[in-house]
């Protein structure tokens, strides 16, 4: 899901089955879930909202995701039958095997494994994110439509922070004024 790199990844990992609208391919995105350390050096986690008000979003699902994510959710129905009632339901898409939240530093971990085993540089999760809004931009997509998707109060946001790939986008600008004026 963080692949997909609209979502933080709090608020992947607090992702519920009920924020998917299949019929329509999006998720809302609603809630993160926050880790904190106790005193006694043991992390507990909670339900929190997302980062700001404006957080609050619909995100769209491409197609290929949403049969990914049924396929996902069949499986976690098995295994919940497996488990029995030591499952703690809380509708989380992503989840431990025994249905709590996932711990971030272990989906960092597999994260990193994966990467490396596919022989690719190490980045940090949230460098999805940023691919995903760069590839966004460099590809055309409106701006507004990258800052509704990633979360962003205002585009002035989207672009102070993906400012990198505006000249790419300011040489396909001047190529499509070339062709519509020597057409």
């Not at 431990?96 to 960092?108: D, E, F």
């Not at 986008?169 to 062709?179: G, I, P, S, T």
Request: glycine share 8%.
């Amino acid at each position: 899901m963080d692949l997909w790199g609209k979502g933080r990844p709090s608020e992947a990992r607090g992702l519920q089955w009920r924020d998917i609208d299949w019929r329509n391919g999006s998720a809302q995105i609603v809630r993160a879930v926050v880790e904190t350390r106790s005193g006694a050096g043991q992390n507990t986690w909670k339900f929190d909202g997302c980062k700001t008000a404006g957080s609050h979003r619909s995100v769209s699902i491409p197609p290929s995701l949403l049969e990914q994510l049924r396929f996902h959710q069949r499986r976690q129905v098995e295994e919940k039958l497996l488990v029995g009632p030591g499952y703690a339901d809380y509708g989380l898409v992503f989840c431990t095997a025994l249905g709590n939240p996932l711990n971030l530093s272990n989906v960092k971990r597999s994260f990193y494994t994966i990467l490396k085993k596919a022989g690719l540089p190490r980045i940090r999760l949230y460098d999805l994110r940023h691919s995903y809004a760069t590839m966004q931009l460099a590809a055309g997509t409106a701006t507004k439509i990258v800052s509704e998707q990633l979360g962003h109060a205002s585009t002035a946001l989207t672009l102070d922070i993906y400012s990198h790939a505006i000249p790419s986008l300011r040489q396909k600008a001047a190529e499509v004024a070339e062709d519509l004026l020597w057409r």
